[in-house]
T-cell receptor, first 114, second 117 residues
Framework: SQELEQSPQSLIVQEGKNLTINCTSSKTLYGLYWYKQKYGEGLIFLMM?????EEKSHEKITAKLDEKKQQSSLHITASQPSHAGIYLCGADGRTTSGTYKYIFGTGTRLKVLA | DTGVSQDPRHKITKRGQNVTFRCDPI?????LYWYRQTLGQGPEFLTYFQNEAQLEKSRLLSDRFSAERPKGSFSTLEIQRTEQGDSAMYLC???????????????FGPGTRLTVL
């Protein structure tokens, strides 16, 4: 079955530093979604990537999907304390039989030190 | 506020009691999903509806769990005879999707945190 692996599991950076979070799928992705979750709250949609090689940016966050559509990276430039939280990648892992399966990685916990 | 809303935000109950959660999706979204999330894990898919039809249920959804979306708008998730292992955050999400489109951007509510004592 399809799985999503995220790395690193946790990250502590000094304010102003850049960082990258990776998400790797065992199968080709139809769509790769990045969400941010504050502790104990719901998920906030950040970006969706669909095409191989696609790159999207929102403010200081950039996400890329590789050409093979099996790996995505989320890059934060000049991190701020407001970037702290849990970053989750999700994927629409529809099976060959058409069964719906939306799966998530286990998350990357980001802490930004002021 | 036009986002996904969930009620209650927190629920504490004793083992063996029944609980019911409500989710109001973004208006006009035809799909509604339920997930369960435990500490340190990503959300796990439970079930989803397209309009009022429940199209899929995960094996995680035991016979103590039932979900409804009677008019294709709000949905309820009921857990009967709660167990301590049911303690988790229950998340609801909605999306607007059309036939033939493989991607499905979901928008999440704030979640209902259930604690079973």
């Amino acid at each position: 079955s399809q799985e999503l692996e995220q790395s690193p599991q946790s990250l502590i950076v000094q304010e102003g530093k850049n960082l990258t979070i990776n998400c790797t799928s065992s199968k080709t992705l139809y769509g790769l979604y990045w969400y941010k979750q504050k502790y104990g709250e719901g998920l906030i949609f950040l970006m969706m990537l669909q095409k191989g090689g696609e790159e999207k940016s929102h403010e200081k966050i950039t996400a890329k999907l590789d050409e093979k559509k099996q790996q995505s990276s989320l890059h934060i430039t000049a991190s701020q304390p407001s970037h702290a939280g849990i970053y989750l990648c999700g994927a629409d892992g529809r099976t060959t039989s058409g069964t719906y399966k939306y799966i998530f990685g286990t998350g990357t916990r980001l802490k930004v030190l002021a | 506020d036009t986002g996904v809303s969930q009620d209650p935000r927190h629920k504490i109950t004793k083992r063996g009691q029944n609980v019911t959660f409500r989710c109001d999706p973004i208006s006009e979204h035809n799909r509604l999903y339920w997930y369960r999330q435990t500490l340190g894990q990503g959300p796990e898919f439970l079930t989803y509806f397209q309009n009022e039809a429940q199209l899929e249920k995960s094996r995680l959804l035991s016979d103590r769990f039932s979900a409804e979306r009677p008019k294709g708008s709000f949905s309820t998730l009921e857990i009967q005879r709660t167990e301590q292992g049911d303690s988790a955050m229950y998340l609801c999400a909605s999306s607007s999707t059309t036939a033939g489109v493989l991607t499905d951007t979901q928008y999440f509510g704030p979640g209902t945190r259930l604690t079973v004592l």
